[in-house]
């Protein structure tokens, strides 16, 4: 679960934490070091994420012991006994297109090498160092065959990134929305795909893999554009993921139907034992992370922006959902969505 709190309503670090755990969640992400919730989140057996802000990267990259100082900040005052697992390094650092954005791709890189050696230091091997990319770093994503990284980052970020990873076995982070090309071309991929509903298939005409939706479609892509880069192996994580329970009204299909069958497939797919995977690679688990807990009322942007969570401020739940996979809703029908929305 993604823990988000650019709200100015949401629940006390200490109710959000009891809501996570009462809700079965396995792993937590945040979007800093917040102190109060890493002490809060020790008294549990979540396993957390941790992310280094943006505007950080810069030092970090270009002074190591400004890293070592983040490390000794951020990570020693709560290691090992809260499960930090995950050490993120900015956050779609390469969606970022301003000259100051270019800056900071140049230093993604060299700030991931400066705190690997940081923990190595405080002989800390057990966390694992990315950074969470959107899917705009892919120039081609269909058919998934096709997939390559964009060529203003392929050579500079994108390989040494994945020489990176290999080496330091740790994963490729990506957040991830069918919602998004879906919404963009309704009328030429089916919500069905979309959804994870499984009752349609598309054919990638140079693999012959079959896809059953765009989720895995999307994944492949990604797994195709590392292979041609020489990485076939480096194993995924989803850092986000989810369905809008709202928007504005020209927002076609953000509503609590959809993001509650989305996110019911989503769950039921990546808690399937063994693992399903996706078509160009079988078998293979890929932790996911939902976006997000809570709607968050102070993001900027459109109506969706603000509509992706689980619960509602005060806690109760949006729609009925179980993160285990292990109780599969009965009653399929969410709450109904707001009559200013489609319903697709």
Avoid: C
Avoid at 213 to 230: H, P, T, V
Wanted: proline share 9%; hydrophobic share 35%.
């Amino acid at each position: 679960m993604n823990y988000g709190q650019l709200g100015n309503n949401l629940p006390s670090p200490q109710r959000s934490i009891e809501l996570l755990t009462s809700m079965k969640a396995g792993l937590v992400k945040l979007y800093d070091a917040n102190p109060e919730i890493l002490r809060l989140l020790s008294t549990t057996k979540l396993k957390v994420s941790i992310m280094i802000p943006n505007n950080e990267i810069a030092g970090i990259a270009t002074n190591q012991s400004m890293a070592d100082e983040w490390v000794r900040n951020n990570v020693l005052p709560y290691y090992p006994k809260t499960l930090i697992r995950y050490l993120l390094v900015g956050n779609e650092v390469l969606s970022y297109n301003s000259e100051q954005g270019h800056q900071m791709w140049n230093d993604l890189v060299p700030a991931m090498r400066n705190i690997e050696r940081s923990l190595k230091g405080q002989n800390i091997r057990d966390i694992k160092i990315g950074t969470p990319l959107a899917m705009d770093v892919l120039q081609s994503t269909f058919p998934p065959s096709s997939g390559t990284f964009r060529p203003d980052v392929r050579d500079t970020v994108m390989a040494p990134m994945l020489k990176f990873l290999n080496r330091t076995k740790s994963f490729f982070f990506i957040d991830i929305y069918p919602y998004f090309p879906w919404s963009q071309n309704p009328h030429n991929i089916s919500i069905d795909f979309a959804l994870l509903r499984g009752n349609s298939s598309i054919r990638d005409p140079a693999t012959g893999l079959l896809y059953t939706n765009l989720l895995d479609q999307m994944l492949d892509s990604l797994i195709f554009a590392m292979s041609k880069l020489g990485y076939p192996n480096i194993n995924l994580v989803v850092s986000e993921t989810g369905w809008p329970n709202s928007g504005d009204e020209e927002e076609l299909g953000a509503n609590t139907f959809n993001a509650a069958t989305y996110n019911r497939n989503l769950i039921l797919k990546m808690s399937t034992k063994p693992p399903i995977g996706t078509p160009a690679r079988p078998g293979v688990a890929i932790p996911t992370f939902i976006f997000s807990l809570f709607d968050e009322n102070e993001k900027p942007g459109s109506g969706t922006e603000r509509h992706w969570g689980l619960l509602h401020p005060d806690g109760t739940p949006i729609y009925d959902i179980d993160l285990t996979g292990k109780h599969p809703i009965t009653n399929s029908a969410p709450l109904p969505a707001p009559k200013s929305q489609f319903t697709v």
